[in-house]
Structures are given as structure tokens and as C-alpha cells.
């Protein structure tokens, strides 16, 4: 195979494998839309294992989520996500959530919720919990 063909293929690889990863667009970009679906699949890995979908307070004291919207809009949800320690820290509303579980288990910083679009489907997805 001429050498030449190699590299085209293994840049056609990098290029799968990276920049064109399927979810993986960034929020700026035109043809990002938020995802519910996508949303509901990181809840479903990440959050399940703390969080009820009810209003039910779950047996470590991480409030269930429904009508998690009525009590925080969108843009403070992102804020606690990102980092719900030091968000705790500077605001407010923050440190009453914390202040208000007896339970002493605290939201950690999650890996998964570092990307901004990772954070956005969440948020989509969390809207559909009336
Ligand atoms: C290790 C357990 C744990 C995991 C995992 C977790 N949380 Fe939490 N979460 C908590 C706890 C505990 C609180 C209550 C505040 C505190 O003490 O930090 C909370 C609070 C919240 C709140 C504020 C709720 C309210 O009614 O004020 C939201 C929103 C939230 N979590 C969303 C999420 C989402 C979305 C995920 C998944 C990406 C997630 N959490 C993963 C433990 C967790």
C-alpha cells in the first residue's frame, strides 16, 4: 500500500474518532441542540445512584428531582452542576441546599458534568420532570 494512502487512512481515523465523536459538538456551535434523550441516558449512569426522579427524598438525602425547575432556573442549575461545592460557597440558595440535608452526604464535583454540553442535555432533561 503506497504511503500515501496510510496516512489518509489514519487521519481519517484520528478524525472518527475525535473531533466528529457523535454527542461531542460543542455548545457554541450552530448545530448543537440540547438532547433530553442524551440527557436521561448521563442521569441514568450518573445521577440515579443519589437522586429519585419523584419527589421523594432518597435514603442518603439527595432530593428527589421532579419539578426541579420550579425550585431553580436553568442557569443556577448549570452553576451547581459544574461544581456544586464552590458554587455553595459564593451563593446563597446554593448553601441552603446543602445546609437543608441532615443527611452530612454532600453533592460531589462530578467528572462527568465538566463539559458545557454534557451539563446542557441534563438540564433538558431535568426540564421534562414537571
Ligand atoms: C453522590 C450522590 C450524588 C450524585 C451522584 C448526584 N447528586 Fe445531586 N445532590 C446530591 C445531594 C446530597 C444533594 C443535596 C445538596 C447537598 O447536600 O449537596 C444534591 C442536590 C442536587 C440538586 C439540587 C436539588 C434541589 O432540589 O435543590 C440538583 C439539581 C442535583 N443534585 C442534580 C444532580 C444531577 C443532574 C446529577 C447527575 C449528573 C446528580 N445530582 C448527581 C447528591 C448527588
Known sequence: MPMFNVFY????????????????????S???QASAERGKATFDAVCVHCHHLTHEISAVG???????LTRHNA???????????SFAKTNVKAKTVVDAN???????????????HDRLDIIEFLKTLK
Not at 487521519?11 to 455548545?27: I, N, R, V
Not at 439527595?62 to 426541579?68: F, T
Not at 442557569?75 to 461545592?85: G, K, V, Y
Open 75 to 85: 442557569e443556577w442549575i448549570d452553576a451547581w452542576l459544574t461544581s456544586p461545592e
Open 102 to 116: 441532615p443527611y452530612g452526604l454532600v453533592m460531589p464535583t462530578l467528572p462527568e458534568m465538566v463539559k458545557e
Open 9 to 28: 487512512i489514519i487521519s481519517l481515523l484520528l478524525l472518527s474518532t475525535s473531533a466528529f465523536a457523535e454527542g461531542d459538538l460543542a455548545p457554541e
Open 30 to 32: 450552530p448545530s448543537f
Open 62 to 68: 439527595c432530593p428527589g428531582l421532579e419539578g426541579v
